[in-house]
């Protein structure tokens, strides 16, 4: 599992370093080639993170689950945007060694097409970056940060090939990987921004109930046609056709069991999205794309398990409870703040009555405080599934490994967008 | 942690922006004002560049030869019938490498004659360019 994850680092390397290595190979060097190389590199990265956002099953596979995945993309933009400052820093750098002023005149807006779209696409992408890094955005305005971020390949890609000073047309072998790479990435995302496509199947269900409890909504659907085929503990991307919305598609994860041909949703109203979960009426259509995800307890070699669930966090536990074979033994903790937000507790402790080699513990945070790594540690091998807040997830993490527990017997959904 | 290194280049390229943007400006609104009292007294600026200085054969060339040498590491351009290699002289011009560049390979003529839209060349300069005299257009 470990060695899988770095596959889909060491492949997001390469795509980083190819660029630079045709580059070497094939043009003479000269006092810009760093920020040459710095361009290349960027750009590639940038189709790449472009090609992972059409969420392929390949690259899941690659990163081992599309949480990895996305945290891996949040990463390679934050590289992508270094590399382009670099770039643009020392190409300012190489002209301030000839003048003030041409270092000047090279910063402020030109009249040359290509290189001001440049300079444009630069802007846009620090600013996107920033937004969607540091501020916390509803879920459509990150998608939509996203979807003209992927624009901004065009703009890069004319930049790349026409300003001047761009000897890429004159390196074949680099001119053939930057336009292969460059055109999968158009290619994905104009068929998935604009012609909302999906790479993976999507299957149709009804509404047959909905309900609100506290303030999660528990949606029940029956499937249309085929149903979607999952093992417990994935998630899906929904589209409800009657909420509009622009078409979004919203990841949640599926809290029915994998044999059950129903697909339960419990999502928490967040005040974004969330709160028109509340407009849709049973009989309502709604398209599943997936199933994606890897978090889930038949994943794991041991079979003497301990599963922290975070608030809404429950939800992929809720799955596997009910899908738990023989021969697995499950410690619970269901961590809420109070029991009225403890909302799937009943319904845990009826799976933990029907099956005595799972037990559930709930812990209130509003009386006992945060759980701490002391309570849930097990001194015999185990392994330890998290799900829940960041801050819940890294601490534990943390905190286990501080008392012995070795890393890679900790799982953890990093589902954080 | 990535989060706060790209926070950190990020504020040292606003600063390092803003460094270039107000020191160049500065200087160069200096020479602007400066070549608007030199303009008055020198003498009116050529539109053709003393061309022929150099005793060597000149070769004449066609636009597609020109053509071929559009890199910054081979940097031809055309200025009023003659060809210039310039790719030496590129890091060398006060107004900035990218004013040569973005003509590599092409007719520069109105670029020179205009200084980019803004004015015209010293005789200085058009004698610098004499130097870099390598042919003819056909």
């Given amino acids: 599992m470990i060695k899988q994850k770095w596959l889909g680092f060491w492949v997001s390397v390469a795509v980083a370093v190819i660029p630079a290595l045709l580059w070497v190979s094939f043009t003479p060097i000269r006092n810009d080639a760093l920020a040459k190389i710095t361009a290349l590199s960027a750009l590639s990265l940038l189709s790449f993170l472009i090609i992972l956002s059409g969420r392929l099953p390949i690259f899941e596979k690659l990163f081992y689950g599309l949480d990895t995945l996305y945290k891996a993309h949040k990463n390679i933009s934050a590289i992508v945007i270094m590399l382009i400052l670099a770039h643009s820093s020392l190409l300012t750098f190489k002209y301030l060694q000839i003048s003030d002023v041409s270092a000047f005149k090279f910063v402020i807006p030109s009249t040359e097409i290509p290189l001001l779209l440049g300079k444009f696409a630069l802007y846009i992408m620090v600013t996107l970056v920033v937004l969607t890094l540091y501020f916390k955005i509803k879920y459509q305005w990150f998608v939509l940060s996203m979807r003209v971020m992927g624009g901004m390949i065009f703009l890069s890609g004319y930049h790349a090939l026409f300003v001047a000073g761009s000897d890429l047309t004159q390196n074949v072998p680099l001119l053939i990987y930057m336009v292969a790479i460059g055109a999968s990435a158009s290619a994905v995302y ?24 506290h303030n999660v909504f528990d949606i029940v659907m029956s499937p249309v046609g085929k149903p979607l085929n999952r093992y417990a503990g994935q998630f899906a991307f929904v589209t409800f056709a009657s909420l509009g ?92 703040r ?56 890294e601490s534990l993490k943390t905190d286990l490994v501080a008392l012995g527990t070795p890393k890679q017997e900790i799982y953890y959904e990093e589902f954080a967008l | 942690m990535i989060k706060k290194v790209l926070a950190g280049c990020i504020i040292i390229y606003a600063l390092f922006m803003g460094f270039v943007v107000i020191k160049g ?20 600026p050529q539109t053709q560049p003393t061309t022929g200085t150099s005793s060597a054969a000149k070769k004449s060339y066609t636009l597609a030869d020109v053509s071929k040498h559009a890199a910054t590491s081979d940097c031809w351009i055309v200025i009023s019938s003659g060809v210039y290699d310039v790719t030496n002289y590129v890091d060398q011009h006060p107004g900035g490498a990218r004013e040569i560049l973005r003509y590599c390979g092409t007719d520069a003529t109105i670029g020179f ?26």
């Fill in chain 1, 338 to 393: 109070n029991k009225q937000e403890a909302v799937f507790l009943d319904e845990l402790y009826a799976i933990a009555d029907a099956n005595h080699r799972f037990n559930v513990t709930a812990h209130f945070s509003d009386s006992a405080g945060q759980i701490s790594a002391k309570t849930i540690h097990s001194r015999s091998s185990n392994n330890y599934l998290i799900c829940g807040p960041q801050s819940m997830m």
């Fill in chain 2, 25 to 44: 400006g500065l200087k160069d609104q200096k020479n602007e004002n400066s070549s608007v009292s030199s303009n008055t007294s020198a003498s009116k």
């Fill in chain 1, 190 to 213: 104009v068929y998935k921004s604009l012609f909302h496509g999906s790479f993976v199947k999507t299957y149709s269900y009804k509404i047959i109930s909905i309900r609100k409890r």
């Fill in chain 1, 245 to 336: 919305e622009g078409n979004e598609s919203h990841p949640f994860t599926i809290a029915s069991a994998s044999t059950d041909e129903h697909l339960r949703f419990c999502i928490k109203n967040l005040g974004d999205f969330t709160n028109s979960i509340g407009q849709l009426k049973v009989g309502d259509t709604a398209h599943i794309e997936g199933p994606y995800g890897y978090f889930s307890f038949s994943k794991i070699p041991h079979k003497k398990q301990t599963w922290i669930a975070g608030g809404i966090g429950v939800t992929p536990f809720l799955a596997m409870a009910q899908s738990l074979p023989t021969g697995y033994a499950v410690n619970m903790y269901y961590c809420v």
């Fill in chain 2, 113 to 138: 004659n205009t200084k980019g839209g803004r004015g015209s060349h010293s005789n200085q300069a058009q004698a610098a360019l004499a130097d870099l005299l390598i042919g003819t257009i056909k």
